[in-house]
């Protein structure tokens, strides 16, 4: 017993000594995580770097406790995941190479780019001092190298600090010519060193394998001899110095410093069996003690592990790495009336830059001549190329598709939105969730408390009675299958690739804190236009009125349109829009006129017309029946903004125009509804308007009036009765709300990311992304859990059996190799996942509800672009009433109907591996493609071929039997089909009304009205 008690005492004061000595480090660690936001405020400057060389957690403690003591630095936060260091220090201190020199005596590299740019006019070694005196002053420069015979210079630099530009204006500055890059493309600086290090990686494992398993077997063969001892000592001593050098002189750097990491554990486990077989052979210890083959494999598995781990991390930041090979190279220009070609960093904003088919488009700008398809799918995630046309926006990275165009370069550089979501990614990657704290304060304690465990362990064994050797194997392998490097890589890798993937579906995470916040959202928060809404009017009603058949709203949306193609109103906008998209042509207005705030008039093909409000048309003196006003009553109750068309002094039109829903907006909802989050709808709109469009899409809570200054105390109202909040905004007038919201959303609509404004950003104006983003952001903190929860169950389970003497030391190696793969592994899994809200979007694609924008119009794609001369004069069309669409393109060109599959669907000109997509619903069946036929101008009606399409021919007796007839004069009309069938005169609600033959919940309309009165149906 008093062995025992001597032993754990030994213990006791080897465990109190370790960890005091180590105490330092998790006191820094918990101060860094206490002043972490206070640190990186806006008083701090931020510097970034890319070290090489970091193995586990132990190396980003000992990073980050060297780097802290620099004077100025305010914190440090190191990512083992991506390998780099983000400092904020204070303003103006120039710390830099006092902080690379602590790096580096760390045993750590910086890694920096080396350029080597081809210069012009160069003559004499005075021209080479000139431009390394110019060159070297450039902040971030480090070295500098100019060959006059080449006539090139070689510059080693910081890239966060300089760029190609910064290089290029100095030299044009010291009056020499810059002739651009002596090798374009290619891998980056950190690309380069991490295949280096696994290739180096490589070859000792290897080595150290193929050596061990040699030394194993000829061990296993012969019997133990001093011979035997003697050749194992001087076949073994080279393989293990080769495969082993590395983490030795990351353990020796690491005492020289006074910290601990696992290098110093794996030094000591291979160390102490390498000397025991030293002491063996020599005769010192007896020849049970040769260990030489497992020295030499336990080396050989470590440095494969480590393999392994750097492989696996590399595919962490394919995201990024994807991101940044999509900014073009060359662009065209025009200057001084020519096209140039030139490097894309040299264009200047305000050049016109030429973009021809299958080329990247070079900066942000927007197009000023031409029309083509453009594939935003690698910046915004929409597979489907959007047609693109004068006064659009295009933006760098993206792809021009099937025609040439012209754009003004409005951003350029790193001002790009592709550059921004490049450094908006990279710093989210990098930053740390508060669930990081447990794996810091474990890592912290984990090195010196598994090191009292092994001695103790040993000294156990050895006062229990056991042989020295078997003390000793124990001790090698604890020290060994011991490691905090799976705690150090969970949250990192996961972040990462979370991140990542996040990035390639158009949903940016700007922090790992949101990812602990998403977890616990009840409520979210809704601005209304522009974020459920597309935020620009469209007409959702055209209700034809005397002096027009029902069915030719064509023609008074073509009067109507014609007559504000002059005005620059959102509203004349709406109706122009709506007329284009029906393919009328415009007629010549004479006389025009705008009465602010009322409306237009005009003279169209000799007849005044007015087209304005109710108050306009009275002023006018035109007559307004009660039906009309009716009419207008039952739209302004749906919160519709109406528009009356006059002619002859009466009200021959009804125009409705309102803010769209969007097609994903009611999905969003019910999903949201399906994870527990509540929906409240705050716009500064009407009460009207905000209830129907909230009831419409399935919000329940609205308030309406609230000007944005005011919605963020209703986001602090709700916070205050213990809610947690998400608000979804367009990230400008709703950034105060964004701010104060635990988790701000914004719809970044593409434009400049809303960078500031929320910590989850939406590229597409997609509500459903709103649910995906919170979806990943709960996937991400999933993944970190369990990732946390596999390091911990290796070292729980692996550990006592290290103890108990069940794992051989070199197989230890193995093992503890094997968890960090695992952790790295599993967060790979990730690049994979699809967030299940992305279910709803390919339901309300297939069946839009009605009111969505996918029912009131064409997508921007179809709209544009698919003219009737363009699709031959086809159209897709309902086969139980009227509705007809565009033909949406593809390449160029209409897309067809053609089986893929077992199922019909919309499929490109070049097949449906090209592009394929389902064919649009409406009244519950599938559209047909069919050919338009022309309105029969001497009757004003539908020619036979139109009566074809629409269900009936001439010779179908019901309809010859069945007709609208005017009471006052001789007017006939055929009566409307539905459900291919003619409807009927039944009282619904009170009134008399034409409904389907399947029921008024089916299909309904108002009786056409000729002569002021509705008509009737005669046989």
């Not at 002619?647 to 097609?663: F, H, P, Q």
């Amino acid at each position: 017993m008093g062995k025992y008690l001597l032993g754990w005492s030994v213990i006791s004061r080897i465990t109190s000594w370790i960890i005091n000595r180590n105490k330092e480090i998790f006191v820094g660690k918990l101060h860094e995580d206490n002043t972490s936001k206070a640190s990186f405020s806006a008083m701090s400057e931020h510097k970034e770097l890319k070290i090489s060389g970091m193995t586990c957690a132990g190396c980003v403690a000992s990073i980050e406790k060297a780097v802290r003591k620099v004077d100025g630095v305010n914190s440090v936060n190191v990512n083992l995941g991506d390998e780099t260091a983000r400092i904020a220090v204070d303003p103006g201190k120039d710390n830099d190479e006092e902080i690379e020199r602590v790096i580096s005596d760390l045993g750590y590299s910086i890694v920096r780019d080396s350029t080597e740019i081809q210069i012009g006019g160069m003559h004499c070694a005075s021209c080479v001092s000139t431009l390394e005196r110019v060159l070297g002053g450039l902040d971030g420069v480090r070295a500098v190298t100019v060959n006059l015979n080449s006539e090139s210079a070689n510059i080693i630099h910081d890239p966060v600090k300089t760029s190609i530009s910064d290089m290029k204006e100095a030299i044009k500055e010291a009056g020499y010519e810059f002739l651009g890059l002596v090798e374009d493309g290619g891998l980056d600086a950190a690309e380069k060193v991490q295949q280096a290090d696994l290739k180096d990686k490589k070859w000792r494992f290897s080595v150290g394998l193929v050596v061990g398993f040699g030394l194993f077997f000829l061990m296993f063969v012969l019997p133990p001899s001093e011979l035997l001892a003697w050749i194992t000592l001087i076949v073994s001593t080279p393989a293990f110095v080769y495969s082993g050098f590395t983490i030795f002189k990351a353990a020796f750097i690491s005492l020289k410093n006074r910290t601990l990491n696992m290098d110093v554990m794996y030094a000591m486990g291979m160390g102490v069996a390498f000397v025991a077989s030293i002491l063996g052979t020599t005769g010192i210890l007896t020849l049970e003690f040769l260990f030489f083959d497992s020295a030499v494999m336990l080396a050989g598995f470590l440095m494969l592990g480590r393999f392994l781990e750097s492989k696996a991390k590399g595919k962490t930041s394919e995201a990024i790495k994807k991101l940044m090979t999509l900014q073009a190279k060359e662009a065209t220009v025009i200057r001084d009336g020519t096209e140039q070609v030139i490097l894309a960093e040299d264009i200047k904003v305000g050049d016109t830059v030429v973009v021809k088919p299958g080329e990247k488009v070079p900066a942000d700008g927007e197009i000023s001549k031409g029309s083509s398809h453009v594939d935003e799918s690698m910046v915004t995630g929409e597979p489907i190329p959007v047609l693109k046309g004068k006064g659009d926006l295009v933006y760098g990275g993206t792809i021009n598709k099937n025609a040439v165009l012209h754009f003004k370069a409005r951003k350029v550089g790193k001002d790009t939105m592709i550059s921004q979501i490049i450094k908006l990614v990279r710093e989210a990657q990098g930053s740390k969730p508060p669930i990081q704290k447990l794996a810091d304060a474990a890592v912290t304690y984990f090195i010196p408390v598994v090191l009292a465990i092994a001695l103790g362990t040993f000294f156990v064994y050895l006062i229990s009675g056991f042989e020295f050797i078997t003390a000793l194997t124990i001790l090698i392998t604890i020290l060994v299958i011991a490691c905090p490097c799976a705690l150090g890589l969970a949250t990192p890798t996961a972040v990462t690739v979370g991140i990542g993937r996040g990035a390639e579906l158009g949903i940016l995470i700007r922090n790992g804190e949101v990812l602990e916040k998403a977890r616990d959202l009840d409520t979210m928060l809704f601005d209304k236009t522009g974020t459920l809404t597309i935020g620009k009017p469209v007409v959702t009603d055209a209700i034809t009125m005397e002096g027009f058949p029902v069915e030719d709203r064509a023609k008074m949306l073509q009067i109507a349109a014609s007559i504000e193609h002059n005005s620059q109103h959102p509203l004349a906008e709406a109706i122009e829009n709506a007329a284009i998209e029906r393919e009328v042509d415009l007629g010549e207005v004479e006389h025009f006129n705008t009465v602010e705030g009322k409306g237009v008039v005009g003279v169209l093909q000799g007849q005044e017309i007015h087209v304005g409000n109710l108050q306009f048309l009275q002023d006018a003196g035109i007559t307004v029946s009660q039906r009309v006003k009716e009419k207008i009553n039952a739209l302004e109750a749906k919160g519709k903004t109406v528009v009356l068309v006059g002619k002859e002094k009466k009200v021959t039109g009804i125009i409705g125009i309102s803010d769209t829903i969007r097609d994903t907006a009611k999905p969003a909802i019910m999903a949201l509804e399906k994870m527990g989050i509540k929906s409240i709808m705050v716009t500064g709109d009407n009460e009207i308007t905000a209830r129907t469009i909230a009831d419409e899409i399935g919000i329940n809570d609205v308030k309406a009036r609230v000007l944005p200054a005011e919605k963020a105390g209703k986001v602090k109202e709700l916070q205050e009765e213990g809610h947690v909040l998400g608000f979804t905004g367009d990230g400008i007038n709703d950034a105060p709300a964004l701010a104060q919201a635990d988790v701000g959303i914004a719809m970044g609509g593409g434009t400049d990311v809303a960078i500031d404004s929320g910590e989850i950003i939406i590229m597409k104006d997609d509500p459903l992304d709103v649910v995906a983003g919170v979806q990943l952001s709960r996937r991400v903190l999933k993944q970190i859990k369990l990732n946390l929860f596999w390091a911990f169950i290796y070292n729980i389970i692996l550990i006592p059996v290290a103890i108990f003497g069940l794992f051989a030391p070199e197989f230890a190696g193995l093992a503890m190799a094997m968890s960090s793969v695992t952790v790295v592994s599993f967060s790979l899994l990730m690049k994979r996942y699809t967030p299940s809200a992305y279910e709803s979007r390919e339901t309300s694609t297939s069946d839009p509800s009605p009111g969505s924008a996918q029912e009131q119009s064409s997508s921007p794609h179809e709209m544009q672009g698919a003219s009737e001369e363009d699709n031959n004069g086809k159209v897709l069309e309902c086969q139980h009433c009227d509705a007809t669409r565009s033909v949406p393109h593809h390449c160029g060109k209409p897309m067809h109907v053609e089986e893929v599959a077992g199922q019909e669907k919309l499929t490109c000109w070049m097949g449906p591996d090209c592009g394929k997509q389902d064919i649009p619903t409406h009244c519950g069946s599938p559209m047909e493609i069919t050919t338009r036929a022309p309105i029969d101008e001497s009757t004003g009606r539908e020619s036979t071929e139109t009566k074809k399409m629409n269900g009936y021919t001439k010779g179908d007796d019901t309809m010859e039997e069945k007709r609208l007839a005017c009471e006052s004069c001789d007017e006939t009309m055929p009566v409307p089909m539905h459900c291919g069938k003619p409807m009927h005169v039944e009282e619904v609600d009170g009134v008399n009304m034409l409904v389907c033959w399947m029921g008024p919940d089916c299909g309904k309309q108002e009786i056409p009205e000729h002569h002021g009165e509705p008509m009737h149906v005669k046989e």
